[in-house]
T-cell receptor, first 110, second 115 residues
Framework: QKEVEQNSGPLSVPEGAIASLNCTYS??????FFWYRQYSGKSPELIMS????GDKEDGRFTAQLNKASQYVSLLIRDSQPSDSATYLC??????????FGTGTRLQVFP | NAGVMQNPRHLVRRRGQEARLRCSPM?????VYWYRQLPEEGLKFMVY????????ESGMPKERFSAEFPKEGPSILRIQQVVRGDSAAYFC?????????????FGSGTRLTVV
């Protein structure tokens, strides 16, 4: 079974700081990577996807991918209390399903 | 532009009863995935279906659980003789191409509580 691992947290950061969320995966052949955000009691929402080594920026979010190290991260700049949620890393397996990490709970305090 | 529709949003069943969860994919999507999320845990893949076909059911428990996606109508996840350990949030997702690398969109989920 392919694995996706994340620290469960909680990760606590002050408002305005950079939050850094990390994810490692076991399948060297993986070609695409996704970050989902899940608020308590809600469904996961896709916020970032990345396919190539390097950085991909979208607003306050930056995804970073290092395939050699099998590592993908999500940076949230200028963190806001509304960013407080669980962030799930997901990697396709056999191209027919996404395997999710257990998620990292982020808390942004004023 | 309705998204993935799941119903009911909340379902309470007594131990031993049957639970039926329904999922209507986004318009034009013919690939459906079911995931289960136990309290304080991550999303676990259960089953991947296309119209009238089960493509991958490697995440389905061997007993009591079944899924279908008929030619007409929503996909159904059926849990027979529910037990307390079945209490969880069940999410459905759909995709256009059937290729997970494209990512997919989740419905709002069904929260099943077994009492």
């Amino acid at each position: 079974q392919k694995e996706v691992e994340q620290n469960s947290g909680p990760l606590s950061v002050p408002e305005g700081a950079i939050a850094s969320l990390n994810c490692t995966y076991s399948d060297r052949g993986s070609q695409s990577f996704f970050w989902y955000r899940q608020y308590s009691g809600k469904s996961p929402e896709l916020i970032m996807s990345i396919y190539s080594n390097g950085d991909k920026e979208d607003g306050r979010f930056t995804a970073q991918l290092n395939k050699a190290s099998q590592y993908v991260s999500l940076l949230i700049r200028d963190s806001q209390p509304s960013d407080s949620a669980t962030y799930l890393c997901a990697v396709p397996y056999n191209t027919d399903k996404l395997i999710f990490g257990t998620g990292t709970r982020l808390q942004v305090f004023p | 532009n309705a998204g993935v529709m799941q119903n009911p949003r909340h379902l309470v069943r007594r131990r031993g009863q049957e639970a039926r969860l329904r999922c209507s994919p986004m318009k034009g999507h013919s690939h459906v995935y079911w995931y289960r999320q136990l309290p304080e845990e991550g999303l676990k893949f259960m089953v991947y279906l296309q119209k009238e076909n089960i493509i991958d059911e490697s995440g389905m428990p061997k007993e009591r659980f079944s899924a279908e996606f008929p030619k007409e109508g929503p996909s159904i996840l059926r849990i027979q003789q529910v037990v307390r350990g079945d209490s969880a949030a069940y999410f459905c997702a759909s995709s256009l191409t059937g290729s997970a690398p494209g990512g997919y969109t989740f419905g709002s989920g069904t929260r099943l509580t077994v009492v």
